[in-house]
DNA sequence: TAGAAAATACCTCAATAAAGGGGATAATTT
DNA sequence: AAATTATCCCCTTTATTGAGGTATTTTCTA
């Protein structure tokens, strides 16, 4: 049975098989409906707006434009439309990218169908569905190597460099002499071996120094 | 029936209800254990690395040190357990933190046993696991706000000088010159209405144009 | 509680970067 | 065709940076 409250979810993805897979999964489960099914992003942008889903599953790797390049045009398309990343590739630099550029999550395609309904319903729901994987992945994003060479106040003076303040200005707001800052920089510099603020913020950053 | 296979779990949380209650739960699940309970940080630093627990839940608000300030202690005492935060905070400047300190894992309170459960089997299997709203702010805080003022040169440039580099620098890798730079710059800056390095950064990374 | 580590402050120097102002003209996109 | 974006050029003045030192006080921690 059909209500105008199903969740309507649109899909894009190239392999005929898996998208009329997933159509199929979804068309069949009660509370959801399909909205409309694209082999790739210029298809989609095409008809998307009319079709205008509440739920998108999105293929990252697709002919033609990418579904990540796509992320951006998709958001213009349809705003309330919630996107869902459902991929094979487990990339940091795709998975950051694409939650940068609007994904409400991210499934890779081993997941299970329960779990895509599951995910599907989360999404519509405010939270932000992620295979266990790649959700470690972001978690890892955050955290800080405990082993770091520098000291607290190195590593704090080093962080507000890395928001672009002068060292007048780190001086003042932390209550040390310029002359202090200064000398910290000088440590910092020795410790990470380099010989210029970029080069110190990026081997502070590479290493989650800070 | 108790297995030496069997993932063994501690807690630390003041409420002595709520820690009875968790202990409870996950002593008579089948395949878990308690290796100890403690009301506090201090406590827990005290006895934690004879216990040995495969996974740490914890609590963040905590009479005397705070889950998070103990955490790196926390991670220095038993480096192979995981550590899963269990609080009813949800401020993004606490989630941010406790995944910076070290925590692989972030739930609410609200959480059902079922889901506790399986969150501690998730943490072990490399997982993340989260709570909805928590996995939606973390995913938020990647995503990039699509109606910046700047341009895409203009977005790249500032970036770059994110990073420390020098306009010198940027013009030489960007293969345009600094005059070019320059330009670009001046731009941002009125447009974000700024008259400085260090606030046009902080106006872009609070707006999540950078 | 002694020794180590960290944080603090001071000095000099040359070289470079930053910021603000004024322009102009290609090259894209819409 | 108009608008936006990207590119390049000139000028000035002040502020910042990086490198070389030395030295004191505070705070851990073994």
Chains 1, 2 share one sequence.
Do not use: W
């Not at 990339?91 to 599907?120: C, H, Q, S, V, W």
């Amino acid at each position: 049975m059909r209500h105008d409250t199903d969740i309507s979810v649109a899909i894009i993805e190239d392999d005929a098989t898996i998208r009329e897979g997933y159509a199929y999964l979804i068309g069949n489960t009660s509370g959801y409906k399909i909205a409309g099914t694209y082999a790739n992003c210029e298809d989609a942008l095409k008809k998307i707006a009319h079709d205008d889903p509440d739920v998108l599953l999105l293929d990252v790797e697709l002919p033609g434009m990418s579904g990540i390049e796509a992320l951006p045009k998709l958001k213009k398309a349809v705003p309330e439309t919630h996107i869902l990343i459902l991929t094979v590739y487990e990339e940091e630099m795709l998975i950051f990218r694409a939650l940068g550029n609007g994904a409400e999550g991210y499934l890779t395609k081993n997941t299970p169908p329960d779990k895509i309904i599951t995910a599907i319903h989360e999404v519509m729901d405010g939270g932000g569905p992620m295979s266990a994987n790649i959700a470690r992945m972001v978690i890892s994003s955050f955290k800080r190597n405990d082993s770091s060479p520098l000291t607290r106040r190195e590593t704090e003076i080093l962080e507000q460099i890395a928001t672009g303040k002068s060292r007048k200005r780190i001086a003042d707001e932390l209550f040390i002499d310029l002359e202090t800052v200064k000398s910290h920089i000088k440590n910092i510099y020795h410790k990470l071996d380099v010989h210029s603020k970029a080069d110190a913020i990026k081997a502070a950053r590479e290493n989650k120094f800070i």
